[in-house]
């Protein structure tokens, strides 16, 4: 049996754009009536194929608008593809902005148990956890305080905190690596690596290339939604870097 | 509810089973959701969630001022102008609020569904349910108003489940229509605004069905007139509704419920995608 925990073969996906797209109701009809709608399929990935085993980290580079954050979301289960086809076998932790649940009404406390529920996890196991992750994010005292009262640091801090308490199978991780203050960015980097050294996969995208350089075991690099090229960091990084100039 | 623990996307949808079972492996997040409805809109009120129960009867008493007092001769009921009207708001608000509520639960979500995997209709189902528990808190003040008027609570009151499950299933069907719609329109939710106004107005929330004339007929077309009358059949003239009405109240909830569950699966893979 096959024991890769993300397999991802032939992935493409494409948004669909009306032509001259409606944005309301109205101009919709009207437009349908005069026959002017075309449906337009923008192909964001195409053909994108590879695979994570466990304990690697799997980067992503390219520049903007090459599809990256589409092929992690697709990989997150968020978009589902096109065509082609995507296994993820396991527990995934989504990082990809993170706190975009979070109720500015609702108090620390209660936006814990509602993220890590809406992360998959059972309300009654984040009720018992949240301590833990407040300890963790060091906003112990806030628990009782609305999060729109919390600065953005703040609310990266608990993000980070919720969506890294469990222990995943495979770990999706968007330009999160910047989160809060120096010491709180050297805790996050600390667990991550804990977290793959434990046998996780991690996808991880990013601009930073030196942290490319630095993590990762493989580099997938992306252009205009195709992969130009899979191999060792240095030398993807490598002539990625010569491409840019 | 268990986190994914195996995803492969090659995995058929099967409409309307998909959405059935999200629904029950999702209960714990529902249960979070509708809490959080129910108590985020009043946070920073000082009557805090008591809104809930105050919103319905200040409706009623509004309308009891103005048709009870002031035309009360052109409103003839023949029954406790109160009951009638109270009961009529309380039900009609539980559709047109959970209409508004629901056709505008999977955009008001997108922050979240756009970054992490969660079945959208569940955010749907949570809104519609708010609603539902909204009406439920309003069948106490209703309940205390026949018990002091004198005309008692009858034992038809234990059907009460009946219409007010139906008017879910009605309310989570044309929602999720509504909420597929505005992912890729932003003003069918304006639409659906004035519609729900509209049926409010044409259904006999506070004005009785004899005074439509010759229009009677097209009143009771409107399969809304059922839920109304049957709701208030048992829950406090103490009568057991007609046959007919059972079969339009449950068979045009199930039908919608349907329709709604299975065009929102045909059309989920571009939805947030559009998002």
Known sequence: MNEVPVHVSDVSLAYRLARNRAGTFKEFAIQMLRRQVTIEKLWAVQHASFEVKRGEVFALIG?????????????????????????????????????????????????????????????????????????????????????????????????????????????????????????????????????????????????????????????????????????EPKEVVGLYRESVG | MKATTHYDSAQIRRPLLTEFSNFWSYRGLLRLLVTRDLTVRYKRSILGVWWTLLNPLLTTGIMWLVFGQLFKNRFATGEPYVLYLLAGVLLM??????????????????GILSKVYVPAEVFSLSTAVAAGVNFVIGLVPLLIIQLTSGVGIPWTALLVPIPALAMLGLVTGLGLLVASAAVYFYDILDITRVLVQLVYYLTPVFWPVSIAGRFEPWVKANPLFSYVDMFRNVAYRGVLPPLWELVVVVGSSLVILAFGVWVFSKGWKNLVGSL
């Open chain 1, 63 to 231: 520049p903007n608008g090459a599809g990256k954050t589409t092929l992690m979301k697709v990989v997150a289960r968020v978009l589902p593809p096109t065509d082609g086809r995507v296994i993820v076998r396991g527990t995934l932790a989504p990082m990809i902005s993170l706190g975009a649940g979070f109720n500015p009404e609702l108090t620390g406390y209660e936006n814990i148990v509602l993220y890590g529920t809406l992360l998959g996890r059972d309300p009654r196991d984040m009720r018992q956890s949240a301590d833990r992750i407040a300890d963790w994010a060091g906003l112990n005292e806030f628990m009782d305080v609305p999060v729109r009262a919390y600065s953005s640091g703040m609310l990266a801090r608990l993000g980070f905190a919720i969506a890294s308490d469990i222990d995943p199978d495979v770990l999706v991780v968007d330009e999160v690596l910047a989160v809060g203050d120096e010491a709180f960015q050297r805790k996050s980097f600390d667990r991550m690596m804990a977290m793959m050294n434990s046998g996780t996969a991690v996808l991880l995208v990013t601009h930073q290339l030196d942290k490319v350089l630095e993590m990762a075991d493989r580099v997938l690099w992306l252009d205009k939604g195709r992969v130009k090229m899979i191999g």
């Open chain 2, 93 to 110: 608000t539980f559709f047109s609020q959970g209409m508004i509520s629901t056709g505008a639960a999977i955009t008001n979500a997108s």
